[in-house]
């Protein structure tokens, strides 16, 4: 079956404009998660949903930084007024619940380069 | 608070020669563990997990680890290393409701012919 896929896999933009990532999950996981992988913090946790609600958005770094999930599926991460510390791959990984035993299963990312 | 430290950022090991990966781990409570894989330039699959069942886990590929609770320890082992085992390794810890994962440095894998 269809595993997670994110979109886009690049992305390049000017500091300063907003940018939207978008992850669609595998059918039937009612948990999805948002983490980054930058080469100076390694992987970091952003948010999670169990299926429309975040309980967990402390991994966020600012309030430039929001997401939302509609439907129980497709989730948008969305970053206002970049900043070239923003530069990363934005990795969203889901799974069937959110309970700790369970394995999160990975997209390949959007890699996001702010100039 | 948890946390995951990998002991070695690199290892460069010979094709057909042993492979180990250190993780060691420290949380309040029972862990789930893993081990995750990442090739150049595709997403993280997960090699194995430990989630309080037997102590030795065996993974894909050839891979299995050894959860020791008295070392706080998870490290990461295969007999016989192959090229195609070249990448970055993550041991990942759980214990939190919501399954928030939280990643070690990761360990770069390099295999020589």
């Known amino acids: 079956g269809a595993g997670v896929s994110q979109s886009p896999s690049n992305k390049v933009t000017e500091k300063g404009k907003d940018v939207e990532l978008r992850c669609d999950p595998i059918s039937g996981h009612t948990a999805l998660y948002w983490y980054r992988q930058s080469l100076g913090q390694g992987l970091e946790f952003l948010i999670y949903?169990?299926?429309?609600?975040?309980?967990?958005k402390s991994g966020l770094p600012s309030d430039r930084f929001s997401a939302e999930r509609t439907g129980g599926s497709v989730s948008t991460l969305t970053i206002q007024r970049t900043q070239q510390e923003d530069s990363a791959v934005y990795l969203c990984?889901?799974?069937?619940?959110?309970?700790?035993?369970?394995?999160?299963?990975f997209g390949p990312g959007t890699r996001l380069t702010v100039l | 608070a948890q946390s995951v430290t990998q002991l070695d950022s690199h290892v460069s090991v010979s094709e057909g020669t042993p492979v180990l990966l250190r993780c060691n781990y420290s949380?309040?409570?029972?862990?789930?563990l893993f081990w995750y894989v990442q090739h150049p330039n595709k997403g993280l699959q997960l090699l194995l997990k430990?989630?309080?069942?037997?102590?030795l886990v065996k993974g894909i590929n050839g891979f299995e680890a050894e959860f020791k609770k008295s070392e706080t320890s998870f490290h990461l082992t295969k007999p016989s290393a192959h090229m195609s085992d070249a990448a970055e390794y993550f041991c990942?810890?759980?214990?939190?409701?919501?399954?928030?994962?939280?990643f070690g440095g990761g360990t770069r894998v390099l295999v020589k012919p």
């Open positions: 990984a889901s799974s069937l619940e959110q309970y700790f035993y369970n394995e999160q299963f």
């Open positions: 990942v810890v759980s214990l939190n409701a919501g399954n928030k994962l939280t």
């Open positions: 949903f169990q299926g429309n609600s975040a309980p967990d």
């Open positions: 430990y989630t309080s069942a037997a102590t």
């Open positions: 949380s309040s409570y029972s862990p789930s």
